[in-house]
């Protein structure tokens, strides 16, 4: 085979290819079963997923009230209610595993587990910086790994 020729096949796949692969595409979006709401349900129902509205008993209205508290205005010269700061300091050194038994000694984190799942997740397991952490109990996890993670937000021991 001379080169011309070679380059005829090649030229020959090359068109061959992007022909299938567009007819592929046209005929493969048109025989897609378009999934209804019941559909997900039911699949999510074999998975073993559960579906909020099952799951909430609906015939407590307690959880779905909030608790009426009196509005206080700004000159009724009463002091500001703040959310406790809790002082943290990690030392240099500690593992994923001390800080997550620290933040739950302070009750801060409900579970070291849940707290250890998403360190990991994070892949943050050996970034956590040592230093004196200010921390609220209205914090999430991830504000918590995030504050730990800046160096910058620490004083450094």
Partial sequence: ??????RLLLIGIGIGLILSSSL????QSN?????TPEDIRSEARRLG??????YFDKS??????TVNQPELKKDDKQPELREEEIIITIKKGSTSEDVARLLKEH???ASENTFLSR????NASYKLQAGTYSFYKTMTIDEMIDAMLVANKATKN
């Fill in 1 to 6: 085979m001379n080169n011309k020729s070679i």
């Fill in 24 to 27: 592929n595409l046209i005929f």
């Fill in 31 to 35: 025989h897609q079963k378009k999934l």
């Fill in 49 to 54: 997923m559960i579906d909020p509205k099952e």
């Fill in 60 to 65: 407590l209205p307690e959880q779905n009230k």
């Fill in 107 to 109: 009750n801060l984190i």
């Fill in 119 to 122: 360190i990991y997740a994070r």
